[in-house]
């Protein structure tokens, strides 16, 4: 498994912080999704092996939880909350808005792979409706014509991608 | 004249010049309550919880002291304290405030917890998207440290207690307790079965275990500063303390709003601290405590008694902002996401909306809620789409009415409240809008929606 020397280096200081090291199946692919934007069998056979499981018990995490990937996607990831609050203010619009500027479905990635769309539930950020995230960042009040400039910023290389790569 | 806001928990929050960092928190006398903890007896802290009557803020409302002292003490394992900082139900969002803004009035509020119930580890489980808010708990935790705050020896009391800051990664059901404690534990967040799997005797690796909100946590603080007995004359009996309200939907002023209990009523929240409706627009209907509370219409009276007997008649303005009111309504107060909306709602849309929800969110342990909640979702989206049957409705309500109960955690119920109480209160906009459905189908007219 190839990693950067900091992310081995805070896996191991991570493990034995918890009383049982399968507690650390969670952080473990948090660190290995931000670093390399997704899961790899390769990846996942590597937890299991680094916390004494069957692969199979970090597979069936990696499938449950919506917020891992098992395939790369774009450069930035764009995450539209669609729950009642953010739908009240016309998320189903800002979502259309970033399909059309991007040229890409829900759970796509636009061609030139610059970023990928999710359309996610509640971001618990509701009085500020709609909200994005992209990446880590949180984008609130975000109506057709903000995504739109988001996407511009996006391509200006105006926003800085979590990971480089 | 509008109520003013009693803000405790979040009193430093918003204010010029507050930080997050421990310096300002300092300043403001943060962690004197703590140096007053450790000088206390663990049971006077818990005696004192229990007389501030406060209740669980994250959606159940049971009182804190009562789970504190269901704690198995006689098996000589571990116990461990977890703070419940998911915070996931839809219209919620005030732990998120405290978490980016004032990190360590939870801690702080955490180490006392953790102190008085003599918990050997603490963990903060907090959502996988809040990414910012995690580092700046674990900056917070490590300045903490550096003061002897937490770790080795606190403040020389001979006690040791960390904190590890444990991200979820998306998933809703993790704020249910039990699923919360599968998470921590590694696994996917399936919910345990109650009994045995209390987490006060069988919780985190099979050990004694407090789970506990962000806020629930933060007012533990508050009662320890000023005892109990004051706290629990905050607010109305049984409704101790002060809550958050988060208002969010069709207002001016959407945002969070820290009141006694009882102080205002949800039309004074509305109409005078949210600054009311959009301009030519009037209220159809309010779900009060996040998605999964009953929906409240906007004509309805609300009749009946209330718990120590008073009665009372109440048009859905006149409600007050408690636990036992919006219980007596039929409704609850949940994690305090009030969601408003206007007459321009879909009300059937809106149903879609939280059935999509839901069905995106069920863990799949049991069959009546997999199954279930997306028949539900698929039903509903139909009814939106132009492809409603007739018996949609009946189907709907027997659907709901077979999931309620037949679950090993509350999400059944969580999921079929929304559809019953929608069914129950418009009826008719649901047959109506199936007709209309059909007519426009026969027409091959296009369908919009707005919230699906």
């Known amino acids: ?165 | 004249m509008a109520v003013e806001e009693t803000r405790i928990i979040f009193k430093h929050i918003d204010r010029q010049g507050y930080t997050n960092g421990i310096d300002c928190y300092e300043r403001h006398g943060g962690y004197a309550e703590l140096k007053k903890a450790v000088g206390m007896e663990p049971d006077a802290i818990c005696a004192e919880v229990m007389e501030s009557g406060v209740r669980g803020r994250g959606g159940a409302g049971f009182p804190a002291g009562m789970k504190w002292k269901f704690l198995d003490r006689k098996s000589g394992k571990p116990i461990y304290l977890v703070c419940n900082a998911d915070e996931s139900e839809p219209g919620t969002f005030k732990d998120r405030q405290i978490i980016y803004k004032d990190p360590h009035q939870l801690i702080e509020g955490m180490m006392i917890t953790a102190f008085a119930i003599r918990a050997k580890l603490a963990f903060i489980y907090i959502r996988g998207e809040f990414f910012e808010g995690a580092r700046i708990l674990e900056r917070a935790i490590e300045e903490a440290r550096a003061k002897n705050y937490l770790g080795d020896n606190i403040l020389g009391s001979g006690y040791s207690c960390d904190i590890i800051v444990h991200r979820g990664a998306g998933a809703y059901i993790c704020g249910e307790e039990t699923g919360l404690i599968e998470s921590l534990e590694g696994k996917r967040p399936y919910p345990r079965i109650k009994p045995p799997y209390f987490p006060a005797a069988l919780g985190l690796y099979q050990c004694p275990t407090i789970v506990n909100n962000v806020e629930t946590l933060c007012n533990v603080k508050h009662i320890v500063n000023m005892s109990g007995k004051v706290f629990a004359e905050i607010g109305t009996p049984g409704n101790t303390g002060t809550r958050i309200w988060c208002v969010s939907g069709h207002v001016r002023k959407p945002g969070y709003y820290e009141f006694p209990c009882a102080a205002l009523t949800l039309g004074e929240l509305i109409y005078d601290i949210c600054g009311g409706l959009l301009p030519g627009r009037s209220l159809k209907a309010v779900i009060p405590g996040g998605s999964s509370s009953k929906i409240l219409r906007a004509d309805e009276r609300f009749k009946g008694k209330l718990r120590d007997g008073t009665e009372f008649d109440w048009g859905i303005n006149d409600i007050p902002m408690d636990f036992d009111s919006l219980s007596a309504v039929g409704s609850m107060s949940g994690s305090g996401g009030v969601i408003v909306m206007d007459d321009t709602t879909d009300i059937v849309e809106a149903l879609a909306n939280i059935n999509y929800f839901y069905a995106h969110e069920s863990c799949g342990q049991c069959t009546p809620c997999r199954e279930g909640v997306q028949w539900m979702k698929k039903v509903t989206y139909r009814m939106c789409n132009g492809a409603a049957r007739e018996e949609d409705v009946e189907l709907l309500r027997s659907i709901a009415g077979q999931i309620e109960g037949r679950t090993i955690c509350a999400f059944g119920e969580a999921a079929s409240w929304p559809v019953q109480s929608f069914l129950a209160k418009f009826n008719d906009e649901f047959v109506a809008k199936a007709k209309a459905q059909a007519a426009r189908n026969a027409s091959g007219e296009a369908v919009e929606t707005t919230l699906i």
């Open chain 1, 1 to 165: 498994m190839n990693l950067k020397p900091e992310t081995f280096s805070k896996i191991d200081q991570l493990i034995p912080r918890y009383p049982e090291k399968r507690s650390a199946v969670l952080p473990l692919l948090h660190l290995i999704q931000e670093e390399r934007g997704w899961i790899s069998n390769e990846a996942i056979e590597w937890v299991a092996d680094k916390l004494e499981l069957q692969p199979i018990n970090v597979y069936e995490v990696v499938t449950f939880y919506p917020m891992f990937k098992q395939k790369p996607g774009g450069r930035y990831a764009i995450k539209v909350c669609r729950t009642l609050s953010c739908a009240l203010g016309g998320a189903y619009k800002t979502c259309k808005s970033f399909q059309e500027a991007l040229g890409c479905e829900v759970d796509g990635t636009s061609e030139d792979a610059l970023a990928s769309i999710e359309f996610v539930e509640c971001h618990a950020n509701c009085g500020k409706a709609p909200v994005v995230m992209i990446d880590e960042q949180m984008y609130e009040g975000v109506d057709e014509n903000a995504a739109r400039k988001l996407v511009e910023a996006m391509r200006a290389g105006e926003i800085k991608p979590a990971r480089e790569d």
